[in-house]
Every structure is written in structure tokens, then in C-alpha cells.
């Protein structure tokens, strides 16, 4: 399971480029994506996809390709698999079939926006992507407020302000660290109340990149900081 740069290509580890080098085949969310990035750096393999709609399937494949004695990797579009990305389901199945899981760490979104973002607590909850049902949704934002800790979602640039709308009508003075566009040319992280923060976002012409956003509840880290450091 190979973790891949979120955007800036030079993030991929040494390891990483060893992995994709040596393996026999390379899965992918998406082999248009990943075969960029494997022709960046000259690496020229065979890819096959396995993406969320066919992921349960394809691991048939991927195991059999193991089962013939051919090691496999396995990349995301971006970041690391598992984590609101394809590959939990993949990584269940190759244990379950008797062959090893080797996790080789890389780039992950949020743990990039959570090394920026200042005091956000000794606790906290990676959420990813919200429902887009409404009602799903306020019931789990009212559910990750009332636990008082900081917790991590992930939005497009269409739903941005719709999602911290509904933040802000569940927690109106809680406090948001917003990532742009990650590693990227054009990286924006700002923090802000929430209040602020639509009314940054909505004043740009137009709201382009994919967004993960850090979520503090009033009454929590910001809030505490000054205690946390005298305890």
C-alpha cells in the first residue's frame, strides 16, 4: 500500500520509488493518474485499476497475481490508501487470502493541514468527507461538536461553503484551520472563526482545489490553550 505525494511531485518517498521499481504490478484508483506519476520519475510498469466501484473484484485479480509469486502495489490518486480513498477493502481481502499487507507511509492530506495548524488539541477525529444527505449530515456534525475535540473534514470546491454553513448553524463560534490546494503551486491554509472564514471564501470570484479543514469546537483547544500549557 504506497502512499503518493498529494500534490507536489518531489514529496514521494525514496522508499516508495524502490517499491513502485521493484514490484511486478501496479494497482490504481486511477492508471491515467498514477502513470503520470510513475513516468515522472521513469518508472515503467504495468498498472491495472481498482478503484471504488470495482475494488472488491479487482482484488480477486490482485490476489491471483500474488498467488502466481508477483509482488504488487497498490496507489491511490493521491495521498495514502485507506483514508477516503480505495484500499481498505483491498488490503481486508490480500490478508484474508494469506499474502502480507505492507503499508509504505507517504503524503497524507490531513496530517499535512494538522502539522500547520497550530494548538488543535491532544485529541482528535479524522472524518473525511460528510454525507451529502442534509439530515445525515447535521446529525454527525452535531455528534463530532458535542465531543468537544477537533476533528478533520475534507470537502470539494462545489460543497465548501455549503459544508461550513452547516458547521457554522451547529457550532456558530467554533474556530476552522481551512487547507487549499495542499503542496500545490497555489496552497492556502488560514484559520479563522468560522464566520470569517465563509466570508473569506465566498467573497473569491470563484473557489477552485480540493479543501480539508481542521474543526474546533468552542470551548475547545483554542479556547483551553492557555490552560493546557499551565497543566
Known amino acids: 500500500m504506497v502512499a503518493t ?18 514490484v ?13 506519476l510513475l513516468a515522472h ?27 502466481s509469486g508477483q509482488d504488487v502495489a497498490y496507489c491511490s490518486d493521491a495521498g495514502t490508501p485507506g483514508i477516503s ?11 484474508q487470502s494469506g499474502h502480507t499487507v505492507i503499508p509504505v507511509p507517504g503524503a497524507s492530506a490531513f496530517v499535512t493541514l494538522l502539522s500547520a495548524a497550530g494548538n488543535v488539541g491532544k485529541a482528535f477525529t479524522f472524518e473525511g468527507f460528510l454525507s ?29 461553503l455549503k459544508t461550513l454553513e452547516d458547521v457554522r448553524s451547529t457550532d456558530p463560534s ?9 503542496t500545490k503551486q497555489f496552497e492556502e491554509i488560514f484559520s479563522a472563526d468560522i464566520s470569517s472564514a465563509i ?24 479556547d483551553n490553550a492557555e490552560e493546557d500549557q499551565d497543566s
Not at 480513498?85 to 490478508?95: F, H, I, N, S, T
Open 41 to 67: 520519475y521513469n518508472i515503467k510498469k504495468r498498472c491495472i485499476a481498482c478503484h471504488a466501484h470495482n475494488e472488491s473484484e479487482s482484488a480477486k485479480g490482485i490476489i491471483a497475481l500474488m498467488d
Open 24 to 36: 511486478s504490478v501496479v494497482a490504481c484508483e486511477d492508471t491515467r493518474h498514477t502513470g503520470q
Open 5 to 22: 505525494p498529494i500534490g507536489n511531485l518531489d514529496d514521494i518517498t525514496l522508499r516508495a520509488l524502490k517499491i513502485l521499481e521493484s
Open 199 to 222: 466570508e473569506i471564501l465566498g467573497s473569491k470570484p470563484s473557489i477552485k482545489g480540493e479543501f480539508a479543514v481542521v474543526v474546533i469546537p468552542s470551548g475547545g483547544a483554542c
Open 132 to 160: 451529502p444527505k442534509k439530515g445525515r449530515r447535521t446529525r454527525r456534525l452535531e455528534e463530532l461538536v458535542s465531543r468537544g475535540e477537533s476533528f478533520i473534514i475534507y470537502e470539494s470546491p462545489f460543497r465548501i
Open 174 to 182: 467554533c474556530h476552522v484551520v481551512v487547507g487549499r490546494e495542499l
Open 85 to 95: 480513498d480505495p484500499g481498505a477493502r483491498l488490503a481486508e481481502a490480500v490478508r
